[in-house]
């Protein structure tokens, strides 16, 4: 043992997890009851073992908003709610190309084209499946990012020739515990999920799939999403905190608010670390609006080291100049793996933008999903 917080449970697990063992459910219920100091101390740590120092940015475009017919209870897309976003088909994609381009210029690492409904579909609506592709090679073809989409479900037919165009991930998040789920959504279940992951995977793709907090679970329930997660093997787990959307179910529910505070997202954040310690831990929607400007560091100097930097789906996100200096500031550095990018040129570029538009904004999210 070369690191030790003296809490037993905490060493104990960081212990396992170095000798290469998968913690369990009953592992993560003990941790996320513990001090939560020690245990960032502790996830940061594990990610300095595991991981390369660096924070990867992916950044996504809403290719077709609104209109969905499922009725997920935090979404602003959902066709059940009157929510008053801007709906639009899919875009055309030179639209999708320029908006990838731009997140390559802002130092994303990848790029995800995300669509609002339950599924793409080949056969009944080809048209927009061509464009998909059109989208995908596009991307692949013309910018660094590696591509992402999140397509909602897919047919064993529909994952293989994605994967075949060259998608490197596919997202599909899981958003809360099984357990939570039908809490949330009625119209699809947690295990449809996680079958379209299932299916991507077998199809080549590797997979990114999250939650939402802050959506009235329990700790349990917030163990249990990621536990469920072990199963289908993620490289990505993307983390968004609720930013109630007026109109959403869960805005009246909830009063406006995520109902979590920043010490439960460190816990968390810290906890998905030991329980997934070779994903990526991805900050993704909602960070802005639920922990101030000088707490957003924290999540990563307590495992996370994944970010979804712009704008999200239908919100708008800080600039990316400012996310590079959160992510300085806990100690890292951005990834340049993919995306060889100077930041000092986007930080100072944003600034500039910055300067010269202080009445103007740019970018955060619905939830990052699909
Ligand atoms: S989260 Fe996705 S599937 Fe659910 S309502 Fe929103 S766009 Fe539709």
């Not at 793996?337 to 930080?347: Q, R, S, T």
């Amino acid at each position: 043992m070369v690191y030790e917080t003296g809490n037993r449970t905490i060493d104990d697990a960081v212990r396992r997890v170095l000798d290469g063992e998968r913690l369990d459910r009953r592992d993560g219920l003990a941790l996320i009851a513990q001090p939560v100091e020690d245990l960032a101390a502790a996830a940061d740590y594990v990610r300095s073992q595991f991981g390369d120092g660096t924070v990867d940015a992916c950044s996504i475009v809403n290719a077709k908003a609104g209109n969905c017919a499922e009725d997920c209870g935090f979404c602003a897309q959902s066709a059940h709610f009157d929510t008053g976003i801007d709906t639009h088909g899919f875009l055309d994609p030179e639209e999708i190309l320029e908006a990838a381009k731009r997140a390559e210029r802002d130092g994303a690492q990848r790029f995800g084209i995300v669509v609002a409904e339950k599924g793409v579909s080949k056969e009944r609506r080809p048209d927009e499946w061509e464009d998909v592709l059109r989208a995908i090679r596009l991307v692949r073809d013309e910018t660094d990012v590696e591509v992402d989409a999140s397509l909602g479900i897919l047919t064993e037919e529909e994952a293989e020739i994605l994967a075949d165009e060259g998608l490197n991930h596919y997202n599909h998040n899981v958003e809360t515990s099984p357990n939570y789920f039908p809490e949330i959504v009625d119209t699809h279940s947690f295990e449809d999920r996680v079958h379209t992951l299932e299916v991507a995977r077998e199809a080549g793709m590797d997979l990114c799939a999250g939650v939402i907090l802050g959506m009235g679970e329990s700790p349990t329930d917030r163990v249990d999403a990621a536990v469920a997660l072990q199963d289908v093997g993620i490289s990505s787990l993307p983390v968004n905190i609720l930013n109630p959307v007026a109109g959403t179910p869960l805005a009246e529910d909830l009063g406006g608010s995520a109902d979590i505070t920043t010490e439960e997202i460190v816990e968390t954040i810290a906890v998905y670390r030991l329980l997934h310690p070779e994903a990526r831990v991805r900050l993704t929607g909602g960070r802005e609006v639920n922990l101030d400007a000088d707490e957003q560091h924290l999540p990563f100097e307590a495992g996370a080291d994944g970010m979804l930097t712009g704008d999200y789906l239908t919100t708008e996100g800080q600039s990316p100049g400012d996310d590079i200096e959160i992510v300085e500031r806990a100690g890292l550095e951005p990834n340049t793996e993919a995306n060889d990018f100077d930041p000092e040129a986007v930080k100072e570029r944003t600034a500039d933008d910055a300067a010269v538009d202080t009445a103007a904004g740019t970018a955060t999210e619905v939830q990052t999903d699909d």
